[in-house]
């Protein structure tokens, strides 16, 4: 029997099914609702099948019922009432004094106790997919966040007090700041502050564009000591974002702070993807973007090692970058150091709850129809993670007090969207956050197996305490994957602040150890049990380091570019590829 041919272009029907997925996601936001259908269904298909755990939610139900009316009978006969729940430790939202009042108390404890009837509810049901009960746990805390009491003028004691004291002014300003941020959106308005201008106040370390490609400009800045260290740095930011979260104001650059030490400094400025360059690849960006500019750093200090530093997506990538060389023998790096930066992917934290193979699809569904990944589109994961924090602090600020947030250098570098091509993205999430084939030795690249072991350069790892892009846990694998000596630092603050952490910061502090290649390895909360806290910056621990790590002579200072070029050629810092 002769077989049946299969189409001789099946991506014609794959792309049909790119368009349906693509056209949903413009309705949805780019969630898959497939993914949460699945999601939903495990978890209620296993809830209606478990009767011992329908028994324990109706018994802690009615556990909750008697707690609130026993509440307001005390109340009622003006008794002292102690509380029945308490907030998260990092729930701020009932903190306030006047939530003590009645009948705000009472709203609150109801709404505390809903909470813990539906954590309770989404968790621990038998049978159900981790992933999926996550999920639904997720989407749950979200609705339920709507429908808090700090969100509505009449349930919240601070909006009610501030209203009569404005005589209602404040509701006026909140409707006009409202009015205001959906003209913006609407005309696709969203800016920079005039404030932050890029180049006069912010990424204004002076330095040169010494070298450019199609993918990357490579910045020079220049020295401010009469003599730097012999070796450079080059550091490797996300192109997630615009690498001058390194470089904002004069006070908190890294790059002015790491000039300042003594250094002699290279950073990449990522060329901002457009639908053209739909096929840019992840070892596109390995041998473009790091090697290049290793290369371009060769030509003006030749013979000469390079501190390579990576920050988050850009620490990833470097890693990949330096086991390939590690792997050839090549000796061109002198120390690599990772700013919240991962390289095992089992552990990712909450934005696992975003990546399943249905929701991958759905995104390169997207990523297909336009050709890259809109900033917009990503930050819409990132913010829901943190929904009290970024959406409904804002709503009750703006909106409901009137007053709007002050304006902050990182807050305006945030604004400054970028994109990420549609191919690089793909192989990004399959190969690296859903398969994990880098901490697996899976990952190629020049077509060879990489090791992350090979990696034999004293390494430098920040993890920051409340990261919820790169989880501190996650970070601190690294220990498990190299046999190299290993200085690790955990940091206060969250991926941006944490790493953006100057010297003179209030409220810093961080711990350090070292792990030298045969230590014996603990696990994280192990090892932070463990560690001491330091007070101040990371960063002068950091550049301590980086200056044990360079050879004892110095040499003096030299201008960027190559030795003898003309100045005039070279075009001033921050370059063109930020502005795009």
Same mark, same amino acid.
């Given at each position: 029997?002769?077989?049946?041919?299969?189409?001789?272009?099946?991506?014609?029907?794959?792309?049909?099914?790119?368009?349906?997925?693509?056209?949903?996601?413009?309705?949805?936001?780019?969630?898959?609702?497939?993914?949460?259908?699945?999601?939903?269904?495990?978890?209620?298909?296993?809830?209606?099948?478990?009767?011992?755990?329908?028994?324990?939610?109706? *018994?802690?139900?009615?556990?909750?019922?008697?707690?609130?009316?026993?509440?307001?009978?005390?109340?009622?006969?003006?008794?002292?009432?102690?509380?029945?729940?308490?907030?998260?430790?990092?729930?701020?939202?009932?903190?306030?004094?006047?939530?003590?009042?009645?009948?705000?108390?009472?709203?609150?404890?109801?709404?505390?106790?809903?909470?813990?009837?539906?954590?309770?509810?989404?968790?621990?049901?038998?049978?159900?997919?981790?992933?999926?009960?996550?999920?639904?746990?997720?989407?749950?805390?979200?609705?339920?966040?709507?429908?808090?009491?700090?969100?509505?003028?009449?349930?919240?004691?601070?909006?009610?007090?501030?209203?009569?004291?404005?005589?209602? *002014?404040?509701?006026?300003?909140?409707?006009?700041?409202?009015?205001?941020?959906?003209?913006?959106?609407?005309?696709?308005?969203?800016?920079?502050?005039?404030?932050?201008?890029?180049?006069?106040?912010?990424?204004?370390?002076?330095?040169?564009?010494?070298?450019?490609?199609?993918?990357?400009?490579?910045?020079?800045?220049?020295?401010?000591?009469?003599?730097?260290?012999?070796?450079?740095?080059?550091?490797?930011?996300?192109?997630?974002?615009?690498? =001058?979260?390194?470089?904002?104001?004069?006070?908190?650059?890294?790059?002015?702070?790491?000039?300042?030490?003594?250094?002699?400094?290279?950073?990449?400025?990522?060329?901002?993807?457009?639908?053209? /360059?739909?096929?840019?690849?992840?070892?596109?960006?390995?041998?473009?973007?790091?090697?290049?500019?290793?290369?371009?750093?060769?030509?003006?200090?030749?013979?000469?090692?390079?501190?390579?530093?990576? =920050?988050?997506?850009?620490?990833?990538?470097?890693?990949?970058?330096?086991?390939?060389?590690?792997?050839?023998?090549?000796? %061109?790096?002198?120390?690599?150091?990772?700013?919240?930066?991962?390289?095992?992917?089992?552990?990712?934290?909450?934005?696992?709850?975003?990546?399943?193979?249905?929701?991958?699809?759905?995104?390169?569904?997207?990523?297909?129809?336009?050709?890259?990944?809109?900033?917009?589109?990503?930050?819409?994961?990132?913010?829901?993670?943190?929904?009290?924090?970024?959406?409904?602090?804002?709503?009750?600020?703006?909106?409901?007090?009137?007053?709007?947030?002050?304006?902050?250098?990182?807050?305006?570098?945030?604004?400054?969207?970028?994109?990420?091509?549609? %191919?690089?993205?793909?192989?990004?999430?399959?190969?690296?956050?859903?398969?994990?084939?880098?901490?697996?030795? %899976? =990952?190629?690249?020049?077509?060879?197996?990489?090791?992350?072991? /090979?990696?034999?350069?004293?390494?430098?790892?920040?993890?920051?305490?409340?990261?919820?892009?790169?989880?501190?846990?996650?970070?601190?694998?690294?220990?498990?994957?190299? /046999?190299?000596?290993?200085?690790?630092?955990?940091?206060?603050?969250?991926?941006?602040?944490?790493?953006?952490?100057?010297?003179?910061?209030?409220?810093?502090?961080?711990?350090?150890?070292?792990?030298?290649?045969?230590?014996?390895?603990?696990?994280?909360?192990?090892?932070?049990?463990?560690?001491?806290?330091?007070?101040?910056?990371?960063?002068?621990?950091?550049?301590?380091?980086?200056?044990?790590?360079?050879?004892?002579?110095?040499?003096?200072?030299?201008?960027?570019?190559?030795?003898?070029?003309?100045?005039?050629?070279?075009?001033?810092?921050?370059?063109?590829?930020?502005?795009?």
């Amino acid at each position: 029997m002769t077989p049946l041919n299969s189409p001789e272009k099946p991506e014609e029907f794959r792309d049909l099914d790119h368009a349906k997925e693509a056209y949903i996601a413009r309705l949805t936001g780019g969630y898959s609702p497939a993914a949460l259908t699945l999601s939903c269904m495990d978890w209620l298909i296993h809830l209606r099948a478990a009767p011992g755990k329908q028994l324990e939610l109706f *018994q802690l139900a009615l556990q909750h019922m008697q707690a609130l009316m026993q509440h307001m009978g005390h109340i009622a006969l003006g008794q002292e009432v102690s509380s029945v729940a308490e907030p998260m430790p990092d729930d701020p939202r009932f903190h306030a004094a006047e939530w003590q009042s009645e009948p705000f108390r009472w709203w609150q404890q109801a709404f505390l106790l809903t909470e813990q009837w539906w954590n309770a509810a989404t968790h621990g049901i038998p049978g159900t997919t981790p992933h999926h009960e996550d999920v639904v746990a997720f989407c749950t805390r979200q609705i339920l966040d709507i429908f808090s009491p700090t969100n509505y003028l009449m349930t919240n004691p601070q909006v009610l007090q501030r209203t009569l004291q404005t005589q209602g *002014q404040n509701l006026w300003q909140g409707m006009l700041n409202l009015m205001d941020d959906m003209q913006k959106v609407s005309a696709h308005k969203i800016a920079l502050p005039q404030q932050f201008k890029v180049g006069v106040n912010i990424a204004r370390t002076p330095g040169k564009v010494v070298f450019r490609n199609r993918l990357i400009e490579l910045i020079q800045y220049n020295p401010t000591t009469d003599k730097v260290h012999a070796e450079p740095i080059l550091i490797v930011p996300a192109w997630i974002m615009k690498y =001058y979260i390194l470089d904002l104001s004069e006070h908190n650059s890294m790059i002015r702070y790491l000039v300042g030490q003594g250094f002699t400094v290279f950073c990449i400025s990522w060329h901002n993807v457009t639908e053209e /360059d739909r096929e840019i690849s992840l070892e596109d960006y390995r041998r473009d973007g790091v090697m290049a500019a290793l290369d371009a750093i060769n030509s003006i200090r030749p013979h000469t090692q390079v501190h390579a530093t990576g =920050y988050c997506l850009g620490g990833t990538l470097l890693s990949i970058a330096a086991t390939a060389m590690a792997g050839r023998g090549e000796p %061109r790096l002198a120390s690599l150091s990772l700013l919240a930066a991962q390289t095992d992917f089992s552990e990712p934290g909450e934005l696992q709850l975003f990546i399943d193979d249905s929701e991958i699809y759905f995104i390169e569904s997207m990523m297909w129809a336009q050709g890259y990944l809109a900033a917009q589109q990503m930050a819409g994961s990132f913010t829901m993670l943190q929904s009290n924090n970024l959406v409904w602090s804002r709503v009750i600020q703006e909106y409901l007090l009137g007053e709007r947030t002050t304006m902050t250098d990182m807050m305006a570098w945030n604004l400054d969207a970028t994109r990420m091509p549609y %191919r690089m993205h793909s192989e990004y999430l399959r190969q690296l956050f859903l398969h994990n084939d880098l901490a697996s030795n %899976r =990952y190629r690249a020049d077509g060879h197996l990489l090791a992350l072991r /090979d990696i034999r350069i004293p390494m430098f790892v920040v993890g920051t305490e409340t990261d919820h892009i790169a989880p501190w846990h996650s970070v601190y694998k690294i220990h498990h994957l190299t /046999d190299t000596d290993i200085t690790f630092v955990l940091t206060r603050g969250g991926h941006n602040a944490g790493i953006v952490s100057e010297p003179g910061h209030p409220h810093r502090h961080y711990r350090l150890h070292l792990s030298r290649a045969g230590d014996l390895r603990c696990g994280p909360d192990e090892w932070l049990a463990s560690m001491p806290v330091q007070e101040g910056s990371w960063w002068v621990a950091w550049s301590a380091w980086l200056e044990q790590q360079c050879s004892p002579e110095y040499i003096k200072a030299p201008a960027p570019g190559l030795p003898g070029a003309s100045q005039d050629a070279l075009e001033p810092a921050p370059g063109t590829y930020v502005f795009q």
